[in-house]
């Protein structure tokens, strides 16, 4: 049975730091398994922050970030990192780990995952 476990989030000022962990467990392994982290803002649809091949540690990022976010992992822990800094009100919301391609396509499309956890929220005051 697949689990993904989200944990990390909280409430702070904007400015601030948060690191979000991912912890995944029975995700078939897949020359091609990649894995990412989703934003959900209030009333706004899902979007792509940040992915990472499980395998090859490859990664790419919503070019909206501006460099502000760093997705990593750790294979031996089953554990997938977003370290947010530089925080923005407008990066509130909930935010889900993904993993497991449905099918080829942009890495940071909702629609290629399988997997998904339930989510953890942030909230950034201005």
């Known amino acids: 049975q697949v689990q993904l476990v989200e944990s990390g989030g909280g409430s702070v000022q904007a400015g601030r730091s948060l690191r979000l962990t991912c912890i995944a467990n029975?995700?078939?392994?897949?020359?091609?398994?990649?894995m990412a982290w989703f934003h959900q803002a209030p009333g706004k649809e899902r979007e792509g922050v940040a992915a990472i091949s499980v395998h090859s540690g490859l990664t790419t990022y919503a070019d909206s970030l501006g460099g502000r976010f760093t997705i990593s992992q750790d294979n031996a822990k089953n554990t997938m990192y977003l370290q947010m800094n530089s925080l923005k009100p407008e990066d509130s919301g909930m935010y889900y780990c993904?993993?497991?391609?449905?099918?080829?396509?942009?890495?940071?499309?909702?629609?290629?995952?399988?997997?998904w956890g339930q989510g953890t929220q942030v909230t950034v005051s201005s």
């Open positions: 993904a993993a497991g391609l449905r099918t080829s396509g942009w890495l940071l499309d909702h629609d290629v995952y399988i997997y």
């Open positions: 029975g995700v078939p392994d897949s020359s091609n398994n990649f």
